[in-house]
Nanobody, 122 residues
């Protein structure tokens, strides 16, 4: 069983930065990629970014490309999401997730963290 624990959320002013961290324990051999999703109140969970654990290929949602950076430290079983230039519309609960294949929709992911709140004030 994989357990994912996110940290690093908080309250920040527009234009500011936050760095989210996701640490995995018990990661199975079949984990191919790690992703970040977010869910704002009243909205569906949406894809933010993905990184493949072998090779480090990345892909971003258009709304965050150029502002967010996903990275991984495989030795520490940790995935980071550096968020710069934050906007009020980035306010959401952010989740990390593990997948056995490349995917940009929630159903592609097998394991999820509990989420961390990010609030951006205007």
């Amino acid at each position: 069983q994989v357990q994912l624990v996110e940290s690093g959320g908080g309250l920040v002013q527009a234009g500011g930065s936050l760095r989210l961290s996701c640490t995995a324990s018990g990661r199975p051999f079949s984990t191919y990629a790690m992703g970040w999703f977010r869910q704002a109140p009243g909205k569906e969970r949406e894809f933010v970014a993905i990184i493949t654990l072998s090779g480090g290929s990345t892909y971003y949602a258009g709304s965050v490309k150029g502002r967010f950076t996903i990275s991984s430290d495989n030795a520490k079983n940790t995935v980071l999401l550096q968020m710069n230039g934050l906007k009020p519309e980035d306010t959401a609960v952010y989740y990390c997730a593990a997948a056995s294949r490349f995917g940009v929709v929630a159903r592609d992911y097998d394991y999820w963290g509990q989420g961390t709140q990010v609030t951006v004030s205007s």
